[in-house]
Nanobody
Framework: QVRLVESGGGLVQAGGSLRLSCVAS????????MAWYRQAPGKQRELVAT???????HYANSMEGRFTISRDNSQNTIHLLSDSLKPEDTAVYYC??????????????WGQGTQVSVSS
């Protein structure tokens, strides 16, 4: 069974930074694009950044500059480094992965999310 588990969230003051991690585990034939999304209270889930299996990163327009996505293929892990956090960055941050499971084909998986709260 495939699982995505996020960690690293917490409470931080405005201007601070956090490093989120997401580990994919289970029987995975290939782990393709991975991404971070976030959902603030009362708002729709929005894309933060994506990263391909070869490490090519892409950011949503409003996220570029303060967020850095990275990947460690040897650990099936992605990270999101968030700098200069603002109260409006408060949200649940979710990991998403496009992967192939033997016998099941291509699927998208979500983690359970990790809460990031930024105080003013």
């Amino acid at each position: 069974q495939v699982r995505l588990v996020e960690s690293g969230g917490g409470l931080v003051q405005a201007g601070g930074s956090l490093r989120l991690s997401c580990v994919a585990s289970g029987t995975i034939f290939s782990l393709n694009d991975m991404a971070w999304y976030r959902q603030a209270p009362g708002k729709q889930r929005e894309l933060v950044a994506t990263i391909t299996s070869t490490g090519s990163a892409h950011y949503a327009n409003s996220m570029e500059g303060r967020f850095t996505i990275s990947r460690d293929n040897s650990q099936n892990t992605i990270h999101l480094l968030s700098d200069s956090l603002k109260p409006e960055d408060t949200a649940v941050y979710y990991c998403n992965a496009n992967l192939v499971v033997p016998g099941s084909g291509l699927s998208y998986y979500w983690g359970q999310g990790t809460q990031v709260s930024v105080s003013s």
